[in-house]
Nanobody, 127 residues
Framework: QVQLVESGGRLVQPGGSLRLSCVAS????????MGWFRQAPGKEREFITS????????YWADSVAGRFTISTDNTGNTLYLQMNNLEPEDTAVYYC????????????????????WGQGTQVTVSS
């Protein structure tokens, strides 16, 4: 069974940086795409960024463009989300997600397009 496990969430001050990690039990390269989402209390799950393996294309939400970066390690087993210049509005539970070949959606920048999810890691931005 495929498992995605996020880590790295913690309390950080506004303007600070944080890097989240996601380890995929079968490796990230077995997916068509890997992405990051977040969900704040009382809000719907929000797309942040994703990476499509076939052509290396990256997708970003406007709210994080220029501040957040998605990447992987050399082995392809770990997905990262580098977050810079964090704002209180970035406070949320952050989820790693994988889009498999069995996904019934063609979307790469929406939750409906991803069929494997981690348990989430809490990021709190506050002074």
């Amino acid at each position: 069974q495929v498992q995605l496990v996020e880590s790295g969430g913690r309390l950080v001050q506004p303007g600070g940086s944080l890097r989240l990690s996601c380890v995929a039990s079968t490796g990230t390269l077995n997916f068509l795409s890997m992405g990051w989402f977040r969900q704040a209390p009382g809000k719907e799950r929000e797309f942040i960024t994703s990476l499509r393996w076939s052509d290396g294309r990256k997708y970003w939400a406007d709210s994080v463009a220029g501040r957040f970066t998605i990447s992987t390690d050399n082995t392809g087993n770990t997905l990262y989300l580098q977050m810079n210049n964090l704002e209180p509005e970035d406070t949320a539970v952050y989820y790693c997600a994988g889009k498999s070949s069995q996904s019934t959606s063609h979307l790469y920048s929406a939750a409906v397009g991803f069929d494997y999810w981690g348990q989430g890691t809490q990021v709190t931005v506050s002074s």
